[in-house]
């Protein structure tokens, strides 16, 4: 019976709860989007844990004002196991596992060690409902494991040229692993409906005739003030400003995420 229980969950260890939030470039919207989906998720009634991928250089506790007492530094120096590790949040209704700053995953941390954080992470994530993970900028190794062993990624882009080739660079990196991730786009800082969609047209037929690469339209953002004020107020976008036109495009992206 032990046994039997203990294939079950090996069996389901595939990152399918798991959405990895990624750019290649960098100041698109990730930390945002990434909080503001955990946050979403949470209030409509789903266990969530938002997790800080990016290693080095992380966000998610700058945004929301977080001083955490535990964070990635320590599961991957031995010194706590991940799930002791993560933290409720009340202010977005969810767990929250720290980045680290400062953390070189590059220089110090082998592929070994990254695939015990991948293994890690899977186990952790039977626990939740969903779980999104806050990708660094780039393309290093972090991102392309972490990104792969999502079920699925978010390529978050914008109209602007640099964000386009850096997103069609990523999924051809994520694209060409042995399981590749299921991927969807989305627009963020649009100026309007008609340019994000174009914006994700010209990505789409780049990465469908190079790379024979299918990528949805999860959602497009309007680019709105509200959302750097709350930043700024390291207060969560949803509470701090429920009227703001851009929390339609989150809900929408919402209803893109569940019901696909
Ligand atoms: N839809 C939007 N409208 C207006 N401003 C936005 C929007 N989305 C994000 N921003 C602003 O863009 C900036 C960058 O956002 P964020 O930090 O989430 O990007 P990032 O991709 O995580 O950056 P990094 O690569 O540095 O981690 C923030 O200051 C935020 O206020
Ligand atoms: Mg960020």
């Given amino acids: 019976m032990v046994q039997e229980n ?38 409509s009634g789903e266990k969530v844990l938002l997790v800080d991928g990016d290693l080095g250089l992380p966000n998610i506790d700058i945004q929301l004002g977080l001083n955490t007492t535990y964070d990635l530094g320590q599961v991957l120096t031995g010194k706590t196991p991940m799930n002791q590790s993560v933290s409720f949040v009340p202010a977005i209704g969810c767990d929250v596992l720290s980045g680290h700053l400062g953390l070189s995953a590059t220089t110090f941390l082998s592929d070994g ?16 409902d969903h779980v999104f993970i806050d990708l660094g900028t780039g393309i290093e190794k972090t991102i392309t494991l972490l990104g792969s062993s999502a079920g699925s990624v978010l390529i978050v882009c ?13 999924v051809k990196y994520l694209s060409s692993r042995p399981k590749p991730p299921r991927f969807s786009v989305v627009v963020n800082m649009a100026n309007t409906q008609k340019e994000g969609e174009r914006t994700y047209q010209t990505l789409l037929k780049a990465c469908q005739n190079f790379l024979n690469a299918e990528l949805s339209l999860g959602g497009i953002i309007h680019q709105e003030s509200h959302i750097k004020e709350a930043i700024r107020q390291q207060m969560p976008f949803l509470t701090t400003y429920p009227d703001s036109p851009a929390v339609k495009d989150i809900e929408t992206l919402v209803s893109y995420l569940k019901n696909r």
């Fill in 6 to 43: 203990i294939s079950n969950i090996y069996e389901r260890l595939d990152g399918q709860n798991i959405i990895a939030v990624a750019s290649g470039k960098g100041g698109v919207g990730k930390t945002f989007l990434s909080i503001t989906l955990a946050h979403a998720f949470a209030i």
């Fill in 158 to 170: 914008t109209e602007d040229p640099t964000s386009l080739a850096d997103a069609y660079t990523l």
């Fill in 113 to 128: 060690q990254l695939q015990l954080l991948r293994d890690d992470l899977y186990i952790l994530a039977q626990h939740y």
